[in-house]
């Protein structure tokens, strides 16, 4: 952000605005907001945001076990999608393994 802030400033300003507006007029509590931006904070890998979000549930009345849910939520769901997305790609496999199919990334 920093480098955004000084390359191009109009675009980290405009993230600013994205920001204030999504803190204006919320219609989730604050806690069921940390919640949300906990978990795609853990999906996006931002150690800063989950660290952020964490302790914002924490202010919002949160409890560990909480947010431990939510975590194991957050992995589950993931889970889920990489799993169904591995076997949509490898859907051919017994193609490919009797050599049917040549992957593009042999050399």
Do not use: N
């Not at 952000?1 to 109009?10: D, G, H, N, Q, S």
């Not at 859907?91 to 490919?96: L, R, Y």
């Amino acid at each position: 952000m920093r480098m955004l802030a000084e390359f191009f400033p109009e675009f980290a300003g405009m993230l600013d605005d994205m920001d204030a507006l999504c803190g204006r007029d919320r219609p989730i509590d604050e806690k069921t907001y940390q919640f949300l931006c906990f978990a795609l904070s853990v999906k996006a890998r931002s150690a800063p945001c989950v660290r952020k979000h964490f302790k914002g549930a924490l202010e919002a009345g949160a409890t560990v076990e909480e947010i431990s849910y939510i975590l194991a939520l957050t992995m589950r769901e993931a889970a889920g999608a990489d799993d169904c997305w591995t076997h949509d790609v490898l859907g051919d496999w017994k193609e490919i393994v009797s050599g049917g199919i040549e992957c593009c990334c042999k050399k």
